[in-house]
């Protein structure tokens, strides 16, 4: 159920907020729970991140609901730590806690779930070679079938990822401003899914275009404010695509954590979608409430709270 939602909806919540920079030629205050979020100040530095995420879908003639409600602690514009709590088809909440460690560099080196009874329910390592992602291996201890081990090589502007055992390879390539402007991915040397990426003057997505396996054509939409997740998810940059399924499109998590301004809407397929945001009165950015509403058969409602150390 979880690989069949991170299909469909790609603003996956553990791999947007789990991450850490490639390196520097591909990238760009202490944990306050009780942060402000409706201060009228200007300033932008995050305590607490809340991110609560409802999908309701309908596979094979089967509702299937599920609800995650997440909170990120963050320390010196990174996230420090996270609490994560899953429902699937109104059965009570199972919370779950990351613990994420760096090297002596800052890199993330291990990112580990563990469950209220202390039990590690799954895990991922990273490993650097002259400062460099060369392997990413995820182990979920429920299910063998949902484990990888993701191998990298470099040339110029373009990382290669190959997923060991398997003839799956994908291809990222960024332009000058060390940001992705395509993901091509392949099976067995045949394309399976593209998808380009196109920037405005500002800095924000303007649109992605997915072909093949998906075929999706989305815009989107920002206001003028400041984005105050971009300086965090900057040190988060490539991890969380070199990490993510083959399948899955970045463009909704560029736009929602990478973009300078505040998205504020979509047009899906020729589908328009407008979010409601709120901000204070010298329009720091307070709540955003995202919703996608494809019919009976799936929908997407996505609800954050910004909370400021001042």
């Not at 942060?35 to 607490?48: F, I, K, P, R, Y």
């Not at 070199?242 to 560029?254: A, K, T, V």
């Not at 736009?255 to 979608?273: H, Y």
């Amino acid at each position: 159920m979880k690989k069949l939602a991170l299909l469909l909806f790609t603003l996956t919540l553990v791999t947007s907020c789990n991450v850490e920079p490639l390196d520097s030629a591909y990238t760009q205050g202490g944990v306050n729970p009780g942060g402000d979020d409706g201060s009228e100040s200007a300033d932008l530095t995050l305590s607490v991140y809340e991110l609560d995420t409802q999908i309701n879908l309908v596979f094979f003639g089967i509702p299937i609901e599920t609800i995650t409600n997440s909170d990120f602690l963050i320390s010196g514009n990174k996230i420090a730590s996270g609490t994560n709590a899953l429902s699937a088809n109104g059965s009570a909440f199972e919370t779950e806690n990351q613990i994420i460690t760096r090297n002596n560099s800052g890199q993330i080196i291990s990112d580990i779930s563990v469950n209220t009874s202390g039990v590690t329910t799954n895990e991922t390592l990273i490993t650097y070679t002259n400062g460099v992602i060369s392997q990413i291996t995820y182990d979920y201890y429920e299910n063998d079938d949902d484990d990888y081990t993701y191998n990298f090589t470099y040339d110029g502007n373009q990382i290669t990822r190959t997923k060991v055992g398997t003839t799956e390879t994908t291809i990222f390539t960024v332009d000058a401003f060390d940001r992705i402007v395509s993901k091509e991915s392949y099976i067995d040397g045949f394309p399976a899914q593209i998808e380009t990426i196109t920037y405005d003057s500002n800095g924000n997505i303007s649109s992605s275009v997915t072909s093949l396996e998906t075929e999706s054509n989305t815009t989107y939409v920002f206001d003028d404010n400041i984005n105050p997740l971009k300086v965090i998810y900057e040190d988060n940059y490539l991890l969380s695509f070199l990490r993510d399924e083959y399948s899955d499109e970045i463009g909704p998590q560029i736009a929602q954590f990478l973009s300078t301004n505040n998205w504020k809407g979509a047009t899906f397929n020729g589908t328009a979608f407008n979010f409601n945001l709120e901000y204070n009165s010298v329009g720091r950015i307070k709540s955003r409430d995202i919703a996608y509403d494809f019919g009976p058969e799936l929908s997407f409602e996505i609800n954050e709270r910004f909370n400021y150390v001042n």
